[in-house]
């Protein structure tokens, strides 16, 4: 995701093979998830630990087992709780074929006709829809073995053949919901060309052409937090991508983000990062799943 966008302009996979899978753990540089969104269809597992994810507004608690997926285009983020977890992110117009039967469901899916339960509880999951997704993710991390690209593809239309047949559907937006998302969506994008500037919450107000109470309401309605806890989530997430930069020391990276007081950099860094600057310099080192298959995501 370029630094300054909401949306994200990141490859997933290539043209051959649209599919990019990832693992997330607190070593990651976006641990710290802040709402983005993506084309692609994303489907992810978590492995440890929990997360509570919000999804277009709305919001939902994670634990160990359960299943998360994201349409294309949702606006997402999530706070992770000693979480680690996988997913696989992917483009649903790979998937069309022409005369194939599952066309339909694809394009309602890729035009917001249609929409899939972005969260999938263990505990209320269809066990062999719980087994595929594990399969899934198996497959996509052997994908350079002979055949498993091949079993990717065909996990990815069982499980959107559950998903139609087990009716794991969400009831379409209201206009009103849909009106919030598209403020949203502009007051995060002014922050992420703002973000080395003071931002006021007037200054949000004017954006969205609202009273600064209805900007607090929006925010905390839509992503769960305040306009301030967002845009300082916003700068600790670029601290981490610049703190991988061996020439850049960390008084630098406060200067650089706003931070006028080191020690109050490192006291939001702490809180969003749970760990220091100087910590997370010492614990950057590959993941021991992190394999050539694995590559940055969120």
Same mark, same amino acid.
């Given at each position: 995701?370029?630094?300054s966008e ?9 043209e051959i ?22 084309? @692609? ?18 919001y939902?608690?994670? @634990?160990r ?5 994201i ?11 000693d979480?680690v ?5 992917? +483009?649903?117009?790979?998937?069309l ?7 339909g ?12 339960s972005?969260f ?14 594990e ?9 350079? +073995? ?19 047949? +087990? ?23 002014y ?14 107000? +004017? ?9 607090v309401?929006i925010f ?20 981490r991508e610049m ?21 109050y ?20 080192q ?10 940055t995501?969120?």
């Open positions: 995701m370029a630094l909401l949306r994200e302009k990141r490859a997933h996979g290539n093979f649209p599919f990019a899978y990832y693992f997330v753990d607190h070593h990651h540089e976006r641990y710290v998830m802040v709402p983005h969104w993506h084309k @692609e269809f994303e489907i992810g597992r978590i492995l440890e630990g929990s997360l509570d994810i919000t999804i277009d507004g709305r939902y608690h994670g @634990e087992g359960d299943i998360f997926c349409n294309s285009g949702s606006l997402h983020s999530a706070q992770l709780h979480c977890y996988e997913d696989l992110v992917f +483009d649903l117009q790979f998937l074929h022409e005369r194939s039967c599952a066309n469901f694809l394009y309602a899916l890729l035009y917001s006709q249609k929409n899939v972005p999938l509880p263990a505990a209320d999951t269809n066990d062999t829809l719980q087994h595929m997704v399969q899934l993710m198996v497959a996509m991390k052997n994908r350079l +073995d002979e055949g498993n690209e091949l079993l990717v593809t065909g996990f990815a239309y069982i499980i959107l053949g559950f998903i139609e047949k +087990d009716k794991l559907l969400l009831e379409p937006y209201t206009a009103e919901h849909n009106s919030r998302l598209s403020k949203i969506k502009l007051a995060l994008s922050i992420h060309k703002k973000f080395k500037q003071e931002i006021t919450l007037q200054d949000l107000a +004017d954006l969205l052409e609202v009273q600064k109470p209805s900007v309401r905390k309605e839509m992503i769960g937090r305040t306009p301030l806890d967002y845009i300082n989530a916003y700068r600790i997430l670029i601290a703190l991988k930069n061996k020439n850049v020391s960390i008084t630098q990276v406060a200067v650089d983000l706003g931070f006028a007081d080191l020690s950099f490192t006291k939001v860094f702490k809180r969003y990062s749970g760990m220091t600057p100087r910590e997370y310099l010492k614990q950057q590959p993941s021991s799943l992190a394999e050539s298959v694995v590559t995501q969120i």
